[in-house]
């Protein structure tokens, strides 16, 4: 759907198929879960978490906080995975229809064009062996990945006001 602004909003279609892919990444990032840390960062994070071993510092403040609220482990990085895929194609279908939509002759085609990059990257980058080998081990980058997106999906009421209204927003916040 349009406003009178041109921006396009997301759809139930849109919020329907983000759901089928994340539940999709769920599946796929849940049954191949490594059942051990990997050596290295991973295993270093959870024995500071744990209380084994000492840090200087806290690395990863927002990690740590997440990561022990989902009891440690690996369980955090098929979640990050998840919110990442889910994200991901939010933000790229969002990008694809604004574009699209500025074209006065591809107006209609914008939400078809939208849902089939969201698809296309989502899927694209569910299936990256890099990705996969951090969304199935504690990996700090694949939440600071999927953080980065969710940071990115709170921007759309931002970037979907009228430009009389947008001031509003730092404001409110």
């Known amino acids: 759907m349009t406003n009178e602004y041109g921006k396009i909003a997301p759809s139930k279609l849109d919020w329907c198929v983000s759901g089928v892919l994340a539940a999709l990444a769920a599946l796929l990032y849940g049954l191949t879960t490594a059942g051990y840390l990997y050596p290295g960062e991973s295993a270093h994070l959870m024995s500071v978490w744990k209380g084994l071993d000492t840090a200087a510092f806290n690395q990863y403040p927002l990690l740590s906080f997440f990561g022990t609220l989902f009891g440690g482990g690996n369980a955090i990085a098929p979640i990050a995975g998840v919110v990442a895929t889910f994200s991901l194609y939010h933000v790229m279908s969002f990008f694809v229809r604004a574009r699209v939509a500025e074209e006065v002759s591809a107006e209609d085609e914008a939400p078809r064009s939208g849902l089939v990059a969201g698809v296309a990257a989502s899927v694209v980058?569910?299936?990256?062996?890099?990705?996969?080998?951090?969304?199935?081990?504690?990996?700090?980058?694949?939440?600071?990945?999927?953080?980065?997106?969710?940071?990115?999906?709170?921007?759309?009421?931002?970037?979907?006001?009228?430009?009389?209204?947008?001031?509003?927003?730092?404001?409110?916040?």
């Open 125 to 173: 980058f569910m299936f990256t062996p890099c990705v996969m080998s951090a969304a199935t081990h504690l990996e700090p980058r694949m939440f600071d990945f999927a953080w980065a997106l969710v940071i990115c999906l709170l921007a759309y009421p931002y970037l979907r006001a009228p430009r009389a209204l947008a001031w509003l927003f730092p404001i409110a916040a």
